[in-house]
């Protein structure tokens, strides 16, 4: 019977043992995989083009429009630099 014990016994610290290595395995991969995520979020923000300022089309053809009506720019000046603005 005391030979039943100890394999008992054995069994059951053999189970444990295994039961912890395989909660700390993944709980090494979790920590990896996030550390990886992390540095792919890093690595995709350092490689995208800082975001520049478009520009405002409309805020330009007013002041061209301005300085047609002051009488600084010809209509066809202004048409030119229009179409020219517009990539037309």
Known sequence: MHLMGAAATTAVVAGTATAVSGGMRRRQQQRAMQEQQAMQTQQAAAAAPPETA????????????????????TDEEFAAKKKQILGI
């Open 54 to 73: 478009e520009p405002s089309y409309v805020e330009e053809l007013q002041e061209l429009d301005k300085l047609r009506q002051q009488g600084l720019l």
